[in-house]
Each structure stands twice: as structure tokens, then as C-alpha cells.
């Protein structure tokens, strides 16, 4: 793991790669800047990495990272048949298919792009069809 402390409103640090294949935000890689936005790629990937049951670093037989591998999926509408049997039995169709959104928002190209940390627990709330008190 790798950690930075980032002050809200500062700008970006930029710091040398350093982090779990797989689970690195490609803008980091790219701009070397770490931002709270890193962090939300990362769960991300985890967030798939827990639908799908595969590890982000196994690589597809076309070199697709899982990331890859799930958008093509979503785009195909076959992604019900990456999810893992736990989770098929777990969860509504439904629930998985939010979920699977949720997760695709975290990992979009760009930190603009995905939401806050925040907005993602808010979303695990509308997913779960509770109102946070």
C-alpha cells in the first residue's frame, strides 16, 4: 500500500508510481499527481475485483485488465456472466447491475469524471434502498 495525506484545496502532489498493479489510477501513472480521485480508482477496482471474483492483475487472453474486461462486458450486456456465484446468490439483478455501475463511475479515465468518496457511500445507501439517517 501507499499512502499520501492530501490537504483539500491543495494541488496535486506529484509523487514517483508507486503501488499494487492493477489497483494504480492510469491519470496517476500518466500526471505522477496523487488526488482523492486515485483513491476512488482504486476502490474501484476493488469493487470489481468483489463482483467478479477475478484479481485485477490477471490479464484476459487479448491483454484486457479486469477494468477492461468489465466494460466490454457492460457493452456486450453480458456482464451478468462475469459476476461471481456468491454475489449472483447474494444480490438482486438489480442491486449487482448498480453495483457494477457504481463501480465503472470509480474507474473512469479521468479523476474529473468519477465521483467523490462521498457520493459513493451515498450511492451504496440508494443501492441498499436505506435512507442515511
Known sequence: GFSVSIT???KPQRWPVIGAPGYI???YI???EVTDKCDVYSFGVLMLELLTGRH???VAWDGIDLVDLVRSAVRRNC???MIDEKILEQGSTDEILKFTQ???KCVAKT???RPTMVEVVSEFW???GLERN
Open 126 to 128: 440508494l443501492i441498499q
Open 30 to 32: 500518466e500526471t505522477q
Open 8 to 10: 483539500p484545496g491543495e
Open 102 to 104: 457504481l463501480a465503472l
Open 56 to 58: 485485477p492483475t490477471i
Open 111 to 113: 479523476g474529473m469524471e
Open 25 to 27: 489510477d492510469p491519470e
Open 79 to 81: 456482464v451478468m456472466e
